[in-house]
């Protein structure tokens, strides 16, 4: 159901985990990866802070344990499409992928240079660098949402 145009909401989407042992994904085998279609929204909600600028925002629920305890499954993150994503924030990384899927990952933005940055997954403290040239777009967190309601 869209939502009606004086509704400021925002898409929320949904991703399922890859496993390395069933995908030829290199970074699966460090950090924890998703895939998901962000061309069809699992659900809306209202706009974060009662911004009206709602085009700017999306959320994203969290698959994975790889972000627990500070993000766990089931919760939803609301990333900001403009905002430039800081060293020591957590973010939401768009990889780019040989075959045409949305791949994602998540973590906390630990360094950054011209060619590689670095992301941290608290669960396991598992840090691993990835090369810009595998990178689409870095999403910083500007928020979280339980999802019990």
């Known amino acids: 159901m869209l939502p009606h145009p004086r509704e400021r909401l925002i898409?929320?989407?949904a991703?399922?985990?890859l496993f390395p042992e069933e995908d030829g994904v290199s970074l699966a085998n460090e950090l924890e990866v998703w895939?998901?279609?962000l061309?069809?929204?699992a659900a809306y909600m209202a706009a974060p802070f009662g911004r009206n600028d709602a085009d700017r925002y999306f959320a994203i629920y969290i698959p994975g344990e790889a972000m627990e305890p500070r993000f766990k499954a089931g919760e939803r993150v609301i990333l900001d499409r403009i905002?430039?994503?800081s060293i020591q924030t957590d973010v939401l990384v768009q990889l780019r992928d040989d075959t045409g899927r949305s791949l994602w990952?998540?973590?906390k933005l630990s360094a950054r240079d011209r060619n590689l940055i670095s992301l941290t997954q608290y669960r396991d403290k598992v840090t691993a660098s990835i090369h810009r040239s595998k990178i689409r777009h870095i999403f910083p967190i500007?928020?979280?949402i339980?999802?019990?309601r």
Do not use: C, F, N, Q
């Open 11 to 13: 898409p929320v989407y």
């Open 15 to 17: 991703a399922s985990l």
């Open 35 to 37: 895939e998901g279609d």
């Open 39 to 41: 061309s069809r929204p």
């Open 83 to 85: 905002k430039p994503a």
């Open 105 to 107: 990952t998540i973590g």
């Open 142 to 144: 500007i928020g979280m």
């Open 146 to 148: 339980d999802d019990d």
